[in-house]
């Protein structure tokens, strides 16, 4: 269901004077408290870890997966067991009588790309349409009060309704990190069984600043869910901007998130990401359904520049290039990217493989996008 690298993000450079590398080779007791921080007694900890078994990887990712799924209660900011109604419900991020409906096939699945219990490759896979873009978010009452004109109006573009559905991409990639901090926590302490005292240090090193950055990214997010929030409690919705591109077209490919700018569509960077003392800014983006086809929609803050940039530089794009360039875009950042079955096996060899590899590249290091002579899909932006 979500794109979970079986490696921390970012292999990390390891230097010697690192104050945990100092602890670690320092002579320790055995009641000491280990190294790594875990907060653990070094003999429960990292004292044998070189002689523990290594965990299968298979093993690794469906621990992992019941663990980013297990539900965490209602997130409404006056969730209290007498406010929320019902039990928390699978909210749907892409709506059902929407978008979904439309890359459905006759047995009611939709396809989308999930790791391999082997090697944690990301594949094509099928899924029920009733499990697709879901996260286990909000209670019945209060998913229903905030989010119930996104299932009932067909979407027109109307800043209210680009607001709502940015609102619920917050929700969701908020849940998601949270939960992915809950799995690198886990996870750190799986991946060096078996492995020799430097090998540890990297991997703890790794996971440390990864969690690091996962937490800040938390804490940025809430800020913005915030927000949103109270932007539509009140009614002041022009703290957002909203931009919709309607096409004309098969809509055989939806997608709908939130994430940090860290590059345009043309590959220019606009902030570095390792970086903990900048504060990120963040664009939403989701794709709609509509009669003639479909329509992507960018929301984001008005006070901040990055979406803004990342928006101008999508709308510089020759308008025969979107289509093909937002679904490269798509693939490359987003797990939560759906698409019909009849799309997949009729895209030519070349275009699979490019789709597959996008999928599977966890760390985009920029670089132009580049459109396909032969078009991803048939989106008709003129
Ligand atoms: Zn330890
Ligand atoms: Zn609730």
Redesign the pocket.
């Known amino acids: 269901m979500i794109k979970l690298p079986p490696q921390p993000f970012k292999v990390t450079e390891v230097d010697e004077t690192h104050p945990l590398v100092v602890n670690a080779l320092r002579d320790r007791k055995h009641f000491e408290l280990c190294w790594c921080g875990s907060g653990k007694k070094y003999k429960k900890c990292h004292r044998l870890r070189e002689q523990e078994t290594p965990c299968p990887l298979g093993q690794i990712l469906s621990l992992q997966q019941k663990i980013f799924w297990q539900k965490r209660g209602?997130m409404?900011p006056q969730?209290s067991p007498t406010?929320?109604?019902g039990r928390v419900i699978d909210s749907h991020t892409i709506q059902r009588k929407g978008p979904l409906e439309r890359i459905v096939d006759e047995t009611g699945h939709v396809m989308h790309f999930q790791s391999n219990s082997t090697d944690g490759e990301l594949g094509v896979s099928k899924t029920g349409w009733r499990k697709a873009s879901v996260f286990p978010g909000?209670?019945a009452?209060?998913d229903s009060s905030l989010f119930s004109q996104l299932e009932r109006e067909p979407f027109t573009g109307e800043h209210r309704q680009c607001v709502l559905q940015a609102f619920r991409n917050v929700c969701n990639e908020l849940y998601r990190k949270q939960a992915l901090i809950e799995v690198l926590k886990f996870q750190r302490h799986l991946m060096d069984r078996g492995r020799n005292l430097d090998e540890q240090i990297n991997t703890q090193i790794s996971y440390a600043k990864s969690i690091k950055g996962q937490i800040k990214s938390v804490e940025e997010l809430e800020r913005l869910r915030v927000s949103y929030e109270s932007a539509i409690i009140q009614n002041e919705l022009e703290t957002f901007v909203s931009k919709c591109y309607f096409f004309r077209g098969d809509l055989d490919v939806v997608s709908s998130s939130v994430f940090q700018c860290e590059f345009d569509f043309v590959g220019n960077k606009l902030v570095d990401m390792w970086d903990l003392s900048i504060d990120a800014e963040s664009l939403s983006h989701s794709v709609m359904n509509t009669d003639e086809g479909g329509a992507i929609v960018f929301v984001w803050l008005r006070s901040e520049n990055a979406p803004n940039a990342v928006v101008t530089s999508f709308d510089n794009l020759p308008d025969e290039e979107k289509g093909d360039i937002f679904v490269q875009y798509c693939f490359l950042n987003c797990e939560n990217t759906f698409f019909a079955e009849r799309w997949w096996k009729g895209l030519s060899t070349e275009n699979r493989d490019q789709v597959q590899c996008f999928a599977n590249t966890f760390f985009y290091e920029g670089g132009e996008f580049v459109s396909n002579k032969d078009r991803l899909v048939n989106w008709s932006f003129n």
């Open positions: 209602c409404h969730a406010t929320c109604n909000y209670c009452g209060h």
